[in-house]
Every structure is written in C-alpha cells, then in structure tokens.
Nanobody
Framework: QVQLVESGGGLVQAGASLRLSCAAS????????MGWFRQAPGKEREFVAG????????NYGDSVKGRFTISRDNDKATVYLQMNSLKPEDTAVYYC?????????????????WGQGTQVTVSS
C-alpha cells in the first residue's frame, strides 16, 4: 500500500498562510484523485479538498472555499494544500489521502490510503 507523508504544519497566527505537502511513496497515485481532510479534537474527520488525477478538477469543503487551494505535481507524486487567511477554527490535524478509484466524494470512505497527519494550530 502506498505510503503518504504530510509536512508543513505548524503554529501560526490568524490571518497567516501555510502550505502543506503530501509526498507519496509511489507514482501510481498520479492515476487517481487525492484529497485533504482534517480532524479537530472531539470532531469527525472533515473533507477539506479534493483534486482529480490530472489536477483539472478540484472540490472544496464549504468552510475553506476561497481560502484554500489544492494542487498536485504528479512528477513528484506530491499533493499540496495552500492555506490562506487562516482562522482559529482551522486548527486540526490535516491528513492527505488517496482515492479508491477514479471518482471520489467528500466521505472518508472514498479514500483508502492515509498519511499520519500534520498538526495545524491557528492562534487568535
């Protein structure tokens, strides 16, 4: 199974930006969609963004639309999440994931490979 390693998290103030990266161990991920989820303490894992295999189509959760941008570099087997105008409510562990097939939804069940997560903390 493909291994995913997230990086780029940290502690920032409200209004700041961060860029998360997710490096995959296999370039086969370039054939399928990938996504980002997040999970705050005591809450369910939440869909943040998804991207098609070629980057031509993206989807975002309502809470991050207009602030976050997902992208990918298939040559590097890496997916990114650019996060701007961060808010305290964005504080969570962020996970990247690989879709099970050619299509995906905003449900965790659409994805079958997960990274270990990277912590993002936004102070007010």
């Amino acid at each position: 199974q493909v291994q995913l390693v997230e990086s780029g998290g940290g502690l920032v103030q409200a209004g700041a930006s961060l860029r998360l990266s997710c490096a995959a161990s296999e370039r086969t991920v370039s054939r399928v969609p990938m996504g980002w989820f997040r999970q705050a303490p005591g809450k369910e894992r939440e869909f943040v963004a998804g991207i098609s295999w070629n980057g031509g189509s993206t989807n975002y959760g309502d809470s991050v639309k207009g602030r976050f941008t997902i992208s990918r570099d298939n040559d590097k087997a890496t997916v990114y999440l650019q996060m701007n105008s961060l808010k305290p409510e964005d504080t969570a562990v962020y996970y990247c994931a690989v879709a099970r097939g050619a299509y995906y939804s905003d449900s965790t069940s659409s994805f079958n490979s997960w990274g270990q997560g990277t912590q993002v903390t936004v102070s007010s």
